[in-house]
């Protein structure tokens, strides 16, 4: 690697649409994402977090998690995972799912949705469960496509439509702007922060 080029960071995340998120994100800090670790979900980031840890004491790491119901708020679910951060890892937890992140950017999501921007939450990361909500919108849509591949169909067992990861990656991709979502997303705005405090040129 040349002095100066900034190295390709490692990331772990509970699924796809994490890993588009830090994706999007990326060119806007001026990083490069590496390898992404996303298998397992939840459960399986928990049990390798302390390996992922001690991986970031010699290169970059972002570890990515929702912050659910496994606590009031963040810091104590931080405390809990990783209280001894390494220099180089950025543990993150979006309040309370990456869904309010991208509910965060009122004017991209409604037009995508085709709903009013009075249906969206103007402080999505104060909702219980944000993934429900952004559901809930899209069920109302005026445009069918989003009707039918967000919502989960009746009676399905499942929790989201046949093209509800899809769709959102494209959204993700084409319109979402992580700088104006910051703005009603703490967890978020935190995240681009200290992203762009980790040393990447530090000699390794």
């Not at 950017?105 to 037009?111: F, L, P, R, V």
């Not at 899809?166 to 992203?195: D, G, H, M, T, V």
Request: glycine fraction near 6%.
């Amino acid at each position: 690697m040349s002095s100066g080029e900034i190295p390709p960071i490692s990331c772990a995340v509970e699924g796809v649409i994490d890993e588009a998120v830090l994706n999007r994100l990326a060119p806007e800090i001026g990083i490069k994402i590496g390898a992404v670790y996303r298998k397992g979900g939840k459960s399986y980031l928990e049990k390798q977090i302390e390996g992922f840890n001690n991986a970031a004491r010699y290169s970059p790491w972002i570890v990515l998690v929702d912050l659910d119901r496994d606590a009031e708020c963040a810091p104590p679910l931080r405390e809990k995972w990783l209280p001894s951060p390494a220099t180089y890892m950025c543990f993150r937890i979006a309040v309370r799912a990456v869904e309010a992140w991208l509910l965060a950017d009122i004017e991209k999501i409604s037009a995508f949705l085709c709903v009013p921007q009075s249906s969206i939450p103007s402080h999505p990361e104060e909702l219980e469960d944000p993934k429900r909500q952004l559901i809930d919108i899209a069920a109302r849509s005026r445009k069918r496509i989003i009707r039918q591949e967000m919502v989960p169909r009746p009676n399905s067992g499942v929790k989201v439509g046949p093209g509800y990861t899809s769709l959102l990656i494209e959204y993700i991709q084409e319109r979402w702007r992580p700088s104006i979502a910051a703005r009603r997303a703490p967890s978020l705005n935190s995240c681009i922060k200290r992203l762009r405090m980790i040393p990447y040129n530090s000699g390794f």
